[in-house]
Structures are given as structure tokens and as C-alpha cells.
């Protein structure tokens, strides 16, 4: 079986500042993990992906995750937010294993807001 | 450009009256899929094509159908909309059940 968590549903930083957003994922096999954006009234875009590979990832937009398997962590961040981050995060795990592999599963996202 | 394409935009039906999705992707990718997303939610899987083989989610109520005529193309059929089902449908695509997820930009659908 496999799930996300994202913590906070909802994070506020201002422009300029550090983006964190978290993601801690469950799974009895090797995950594959993935973060998209979503846009207002947008379908999902792909930030990064993690296929185990190297352990820090990065993506799209200045955005990089790293994997952290002690911690089952791969959390999101960006050193400097841009008002045009504001948008809603969600992580995503699948499991790939002998017996066939698992949908991607979701977590329930992040909602960023920039502040000026 | 490659893409996920999804027609219409916005769709307004009425109560029990059917409705169509449709998706078209240049890609070339073997899956297809449909997510439901309602408001402040994460996307939630109803199906999946691989090629020409359907996959149904458990808890997908039979009231939702799929086609996939060629593997350009997919519908989602909604045979008697309810009030509940109004939501974001979003398709998308990835070349083989490990890959990434390409996703159009919705069609957001309104039950009156």
C-alpha cells in the first residue's frame, strides 16, 4: 500500500523568502515520487520527478525536492518565492514492484500564497 | 508542441441528461487516463486505459464510462449527471504505467 501526506494545506511566504512545502510518503516498496502544480482553473503540470536516481531532484521553475529515505520525506523547495509560485502543490507517490504497479496517488495539496 | 488536449473547457449539463468529455493527446503515449477533482481536493482516479485494455477503479460508480476508439483519442461518458458529479475531469497521459503523468488542462463541468 502507499499514501502522501502533505502537511499544511495552506502556506503563506513573502516574496523573496525560502518555499518549503512538505510531503512524507508511505510505501512498502521503492516509491516513485512526483510533485505538480496546478494552476487556477489549469489541469496539473510536472515540477520533478524522483525515479531513483539521484537523491536530489530538480525541476521546473527553480523548484528542487530531495528524497530522504531515513526520513520518508521529499519535500519541496525554492530559495526565492516569485509571485507567480502562487498556486497549489500536490505530491505523489507510485509504487513499483514485482506484482505489478500501483496508481499514482495523490496527496490532498498545499495552496502557496505569495505575499508582496 | 506535444499536449494533452481537452474539449470543451467549461461544459454545462442538466440533471440526468448525458454528456461527453473528450480528450486527444500528440504524445503518443500508450496510457490514458480520467481524474475527477472537485474543489479543494486532490485528483481521485476513475479509469485508465493502456492501449486498447480498460481499468476500472473499485469505486468508480457505474454511472461513469469510458472509450477509447484509437490512441489518440478517449471519452468519458457520464450517462446520468448528478448534482454530486459536477467537477474538474481532467485526462492524462504517460508513455507506460511507470512514467510521468502529462495532464490537460480540464474541463470543468457544471450539473444544473
Known amino acids: 500500500a502507499q499514501s502522501v501526506t502533505q502537511l499544511g494545506s495552506h502556506v503563506s511566504v513573502s516574496e523573496g523568502a525560502l518555499v518549503l512545502l512538505r510531503c512524507n510518503y508511505s510505501?512498502?516498496?521503492?516509491?516513485?515520487l512526483f510533485w505538480y502544480v496546478q494552476y487556477p482553473n489549469q489541469g496539473l503540470q510536472l515540477l520533478l520527478k524522483?525515479?531513483?536516481?539521484?537523491?536530489l531532484v530538480k525541476g521546473i521553475n527553480g523548484f528542487e525536492a530531495e528524497f530522504k529515505k531515513s526520513e520518508t520525506s521529499f519535500h519541496l523547495t525554492k530559495p526565492s518565492a516569485h509571485m507567480s509560485d502562487a498556486a497549489e502543490y500536490f505530491c505523489?507517490?507510485?509504487?513499483?514492484?514485482?506484482?505489478?504497479?500501483?496508481?499514482?496517488?495523490f496527496g490532498t495539496g498545499t495552496r502557496l500564497t505569495i505575499i508582496p | 508542441d506535444a499536449m494533452v488536449i481537452q474539449n470543451p473547457r467549461y461544459q454545462v449539463t442538466q440533471f440526468g441528461k448525458p454528456v461527453t468529455l473528450s480528450c486527444s493527446q500528440t504524445?503518443?503515449?500508450?496510457?490514458m487516463y480520467w481524474y475527477q477533482q472537485k474543489s479543494s481536493q486532490a485528483p481521485k482516479l476513475l479509469f485508465h486505459?493502456?492501449?486498447?485494455?480498460?481499468?476500472n477503479e473499485a469505486d468508480t460508480p457505474d454511472n461513469f464510462q469510458s472509450r477509447r476508439p484509437n490512441t489518440s483519442f478517449c471519452f468519458l461518458d457520464i450517462r446520468s449527471p448528478g448534482l454530486g458529479d459536477a467537477a474538474m475531469y481532467l485526462c492524462?497521459?504517460?508513455?507506460?504505467?511507470?512514467?510521468?503523468?502529462?495532464f490537460g488542462s480540464g474541463t470543468q463541468l457544471s450539473v444544473l
Open positions: 524522483y525515479t531513483s536516481a539521484a537523491t
Open positions: 510505501s512498502s516498496v521503492p516509491p516513485y
Open positions: 504524445l503518443n503515449h500508450n496510457v
Open positions: 492524462a497521459t504517460s508513455r507506460d504505467l511507470e512514467g510521468a503523468l502529462f
Open positions: 505523489a507517490v507510485r509504487s513499483i514492484s514485482n506484482f505489478g504497479n500501483e496508481k499514482l496517488t
Open positions: 486505459y493502456y492501449d486498447k485494455d480498460f481499468n
